[in-house]
């Protein structure tokens, strides 16, 4: 039986952070683990998902750029729902995401999944930030 992962990531609006989820989703899939997408989508503009082999769930959101991503009041009940009813191995979030990020230690535990992070925070060379700088 394959390691099944589900994986917080990012589909839109274009950044690294969705280049990043997809080539590693479509590796991992490659070579034969299961993988879940879990993506924020705003209601009214949900994503068309052209991947069969990777179930997509999407967790509402009120509004979302490359840099923030404000989550409805439902999203952390969708997340713990899809994460019950998929039962992972194992949680890999790409943040930074939204405001739920600090809640997946807490969901994790009390769901006895792991949770592994990688972090991904905005850079631009050309518009020197406070955070591309620390980057």
């Known amino acids: 039986m394959a390691l099944h992962i589900a994986w917080l990531g990012k589909k839109s609006p274009p950044c690294g952070n969705v280049t990043y ?3 590693i989703t479509n590796g991992l899939l490659d ?3 299961q993988v879940s997408f879990l993506h924020f ?3 009214d503009k949900q994503e068309a ?3 069969s082999e990777m179930p997509d769930v999407t967790l509402p959101c009120l509004y979302k750029s490359q840099v923030y991503t404000l989550p409805s009041l439902r999203a952390n009940k969708v997340l713990v729902e899809s994460l019950k009813k998929l039962k992972p191995d194992i949680v890999h979030a790409s943040l930074t995401l939204s405001p739920l990020d600090f809640f997946l230690p807490d969901i994790c535990e ?3 999944i792991p949770l592994v ?3 991904h925070p905005a850079y631009s060379e050309k518009y020197r930030t406070l955070t591309a ?3």
Do not use: H
């Open 41 to 43: 989508a705003q209601e």
């Open 133 to 135: 700088g620390t980057a």
């Open 110 to 112: 009390e769901l006895n």
């Open 49 to 51: 998902d052209s991947d």
């Open 21 to 23: 989820s997809r080539e």
């Open 117 to 119: 992070a990688t972090f």
């Open 31 to 33: 070579r034969g683990y």
